[in-house]
Protein backbone atom coordinates (compact mmCIF):
# COMPACT_ATOMS: atom_id res chain seq x y z
CA UNK A 1 0.00 0.00 0.00
CA UNK A 2 1.75 3.21 -0.79
CA UNK A 3 1.71 5.92 1.45
CA UNK A 4 0.07 9.29 0.94
CA UNK A 5 -1.06 10.11 -2.91
CA UNK A 6 1.69 8.44 -4.64
CA UNK A 7 0.16 5.42 -6.54
CA UNK A 8 2.29 3.16 -8.94
CA UNK A 9 0.67 2.25 -12.17
CA UNK A 10 -0.15 -1.39 -12.49
CA UNK A 11 2.47 -1.19 -15.11
CA UNK A 12 4.88 -0.44 -12.63
CA UNK A 13 3.32 -3.26 -10.14
CA UNK A 14 4.20 -6.03 -12.63
CA UNK A 15 7.30 -4.73 -13.60
CA UNK A 16 8.70 -4.56 -9.71
CA UNK A 17 7.21 -8.17 -8.69
CA UNK A 18 8.75 -9.67 -12.06
CA UNK A 19 12.12 -7.46 -10.96
CA UNK A 20 11.86 -9.15 -7.02
CA UNK A 21 10.14 -12.17 -7.35
CA UNK A 22 11.13 -15.65 -8.67
CA UNK A 23 9.15 -16.21 -12.38
CA UNK A 24 7.21 -18.62 -10.99
CA UNK A 25 6.06 -16.70 -7.96
CA UNK A 26 5.42 -13.20 -9.48
CA UNK A 27 1.63 -12.95 -10.28
CA UNK A 28 -0.11 -13.72 -13.76
CA UNK A 29 -3.16 -11.47 -12.97
CA UNK A 30 -3.19 -8.51 -10.96
CA UNK A 31 -6.98 -6.96 -10.42
CA UNK A 32 -6.75 -3.91 -8.28
CA UNK A 33 -9.86 -3.34 -5.61
CA UNK A 34 -10.77 -0.53 -3.42
CA UNK A 35 -10.78 -2.71 -0.79
CA UNK A 36 -10.75 -6.54 0.42
CA UNK A 37 -13.92 -8.40 1.35
CA UNK A 38 -13.20 -9.89 4.82
CA UNK A 39 -14.97 -11.90 7.56
CA UNK A 40 -16.33 -10.28 11.04
CA UNK A 41 -12.55 -11.40 12.03
CA UNK A 42 -10.89 -9.54 9.20
CA UNK A 43 -9.71 -12.38 7.06
CA UNK A 44 -9.54 -11.94 3.38
CA UNK A 45 -12.35 -13.98 2.00
CA UNK A 46 -10.70 -15.41 -0.84
CA UNK A 47 -13.93 -17.11 -2.24
CA UNK A 48 -16.01 -13.47 -2.39
CA UNK A 49 -12.38 -12.65 -4.53
CA UNK A 50 -12.52 -15.23 -6.55
CA UNK A 51 -16.61 -14.86 -7.26
CA UNK A 52 -15.69 -10.87 -8.18
CA UNK A 53 -13.21 -11.68 -10.12
CA UNK A 54 -12.71 -15.14 -11.60
CA UNK A 55 -10.24 -17.96 -11.02
CA UNK A 56 -6.72 -17.17 -12.02
CA UNK A 57 -5.63 -19.53 -14.82
CA UNK A 58 -2.91 -21.86 -13.68
CA UNK A 59 -1.67 -23.05 -16.85
Known sequence: ??????????????????SQLASYKAPSYVAIVDELPRNPLGKVLKTELRKQHGEADNG
Do not use: I, M, Q, S
Open 1 to 18: VPAGDDKPTLEELVEHTK
